[in-house]
């Protein structure tokens, strides 16, 4: 049913709690886990000094911490028999997901909601809100209330 899994992650334990349901699914399915991490820059700003190579490394720093993070998830997986990909990518969260799906061929997007009030869950809720007004095919969504 479900041959192809995007699981898209930010590094926390909140984001982590989809991962159970996961391993279950891809082993009942024989299932292809893709895991993805999107780095969404923040919005350039120059002071003075115009540092944007300054910029720039920040943004290869969270793209390599989020490659290392992946690798450790792949391995896990892998390790437990489940096939797995992943991927570092850059751009609108939201946008990079559903991209991700259609360039895999996903059956399914599983990711956990963060469960957040007020602020927060303006910015938290946003992609998996975002996902599921775009999206054309099943969301797993999971509320997470795990400590980050």
């Known amino acids: 049913m479900y041959k192809n899994i995007l699981v898209p992650l930010d590094g926390s334990k909140r984001a982590e709690a989809i991962l159970k349901h996961v391993e279950e699914l891809s082993i009942r399915y024989d299932s292809k886990v893709v895991f993805l991490q999107v780095v969404e820059p923040p919005p350039l700003i120059v002071g003075p000094e115009g ?14 911490e989020a490659e ?12 437990k028999g489940i096939k797995a990909k992943k991927f570092v ?9 559903i991209k991700t799906a259609e360039r895999e061929g996903i059956d399914l997007i599983a990711l956990a909601s963060h469960g957040r009030s007020g602020l927060s869950k303006v910015f938290y809720g946003s992609v998996a809100a975002g996902i599921l007004q775009r999206i ?3 969301l797993l969504l999971v509320r997470s209330r795990e400590a980050n």
């Not at 993070?69 to 390790?79: D, P, T, V, W």
């Not at 990518?89 to 997901?97: A, L, R, S, T």
């Open 51 to 64: 540092d944007i190579a300054l910029h720039q490394r920040e943004i290869e720093r969270w793209a390599s």
């Open 68 to 79: 290392s993070y992946l690798k450790a998830m792949h391995g896990e997986f892998q390790a």
């Open 89 to 97: 990518e850059h751009g609108p969260v939201v946008d990079v997901i």
């Open 136 to 138: 054309d095919r099943p």
